[in-house]
């Protein structure tokens, strides 16, 4: 039901409106898109593609944002998404959803830094469900096995190559220590430092997130090399040890994920590809149609609480 064309008639400058406002947002804080990409994942694989994420909470519901893994997501991303709807309310008012916003949005954005156009079909409609307690589960978390994180992509119809594909988006952006400080000082008795970090990384990695527990803002990018570029760099980075989760390090040595590993290493066509389909197949997961949701007025709040 969802269509390239839905705005068309009703909101002709959609494209121009969210283009404009990614760009100025991006160059005036170049973490955006990061953080974008990382805030529609967590979007769409907590009941759908539908701003669920966008809610804030009040003293009747404690809202997906309320979510440990979610306290994390970045700021600027919540920004663009509202700086996005105050200009479309102002050209179109009451047209244009919220997640779909947040789609066209972060499709924009991995262009903006270099990475693949895919089609966005739009006319999703915003969610009227954000609760705390739907997000634990249904997001993956670096602890996760090899196995344990085919199971949950395959549950939700994503394809193990699919899954490394996606994995890519960490071509980008960055993680706080405590997503990877296991790596470095608990990796096991014999071994306290993961040996599958190249040395002299974990070595700046240490140093780095020495004091981890009390400067909990220290972190780290994803991709060392290129962390502002969108590129297939995060997978020529792992069998060089310099895979930064461990999740991400995994990719590179289960047999089932590591073809294609070497696939994207060598190929970034192949990567952009597929990465591209990906991102199509994710951005509709799950989409909310006709009347099981509305067209926000607010990001950040359902339509009842304003009336
Ligand atoms: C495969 C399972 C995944 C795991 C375990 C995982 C885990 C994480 C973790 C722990 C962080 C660091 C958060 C922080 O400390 O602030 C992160 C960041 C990020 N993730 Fe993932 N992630 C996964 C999949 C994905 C997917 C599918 C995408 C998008 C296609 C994605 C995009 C990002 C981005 C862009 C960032 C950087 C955010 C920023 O710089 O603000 N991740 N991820
Ligand atoms: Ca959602
Ligand atoms: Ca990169």
Known sequence: KLSLGYYQKTCPDFEKIIRETVTNKQITSPVTAAGTLRL?????????CDASVLISSNSFNQAEREAEINHSLSGDAF?????AKTNLELACPGIVSCSDILAQATRDLVVMVGGPFYNVRLGRKDGMISKAGNVEGNLPTVNF???????????????????VALSGGHTIGFSHCKEFTDRLFHHSPTSPTDPDIYPKFAEKLKTMCANYE????MSAFN?????????????????????????????DKDPRTKPFVDLYAVNQTAFFHDFGRAMEKLSVHGVKTGRKGEVRRRCDLFNSINT
Do not use: S
């Open 223 to 251: 991709d060392v090399i290129t962390p502002g570029k969108f590129d297939n760099m995060f997978y020529q980075n792992l069998p060089r040890g310099l895979g930064l989760l461990a999740t991400d390090n995994a990719l």
């Open 214 to 217: 009390k400067d909990t803002a």
């Open 79 to 83: 920004d663009v998404v509202v700086h």
């Open 40 to 48: 529609f994942f967590h979007d769409c694989m907590v009941d759908g």
């Open 145 to 163: 096995t090899m196995d344990k994180l085919i199971d949950y992509f395959v549950e939700r119809g994503f394809t193990v190559q699919e899954l």
